[in-house]
């Protein structure tokens, strides 16, 4: 399976948001509860930039999931911290897509002057859980009963991987 992972143009923007929205039901990625349009996630996909992309992956041309990396708490001595957030299309799902996003985010991270990669995943969410830790990434921080969906709360984990400086 060959896939092509590039930075995101507008007209991805459609299929982001779909492979976005899969995951709303599950209550396992996001603690969106109501579907997103494409409209309301304009603001965020234009705030992207050369220092925290937004990448998709490709499969025989069309995408199959995208990873973003967000500036993370907005503050300037945060800067070389970053969110990396990871959604794979259903109908990818257990290929291998995750493993390959998240090697190429770290290998990236450093061009990016990086040196610190978190990712926000719920407590219930293990397959998330592992794709972390078999990248390095280690439990940071734990936040629990935080979220609340369909009268249920859930836990959120804090992962993160420190990054070999240059």
Not at 116 to 145: D, K, R, Y
Request: with cysteine; hydrophobic share 40%.
């Amino acid at each position: 399976m060959a896939i092509n992972i590039r930075r995101a143009v507008i007209d991805d923007l459609a299929d982001i948001v779909n492979i976005y929205n899969q995951t709303i039901p599950s209550r396992l990625a996001t603690a969106d509860t109501h579907i997103v349009s494409v409209e309301s996630r304009h603001d965020w996909f234009t705030a992207h930039h050369e220092k925290r992309p937004l990448l998709v992956a490709e499969i025989d041309n069309q995408i199959a999931g995208w990873a973003s990396l967000n500036d993370f708490y907005g503050r300037p001595a945060y800067y070389a911290t970053v969110e990396l957030s990871i959604y794979i299309d259903s109908a990818y799902q257990g290929q291998g897509l995750g493993k390959q996003l998240v090697a190429y985010c770290i290998d990236l991270a450093p061009t990016l002057n990086i040196s610190n990669l978190l990712g926000f995943v719920f407590s219930h969410n293990c397959a998330s859980i592992s794709l972390l830790e078999n990248h390095g990434f280690t439990q940071w921080g734990h936040l629990p009963g935080i979220a609340e969906m369909d009268n249920n709360k859930y836990s959120l984990d804090i992962w993160g991987l420190k990054l070999a400086q240059n």
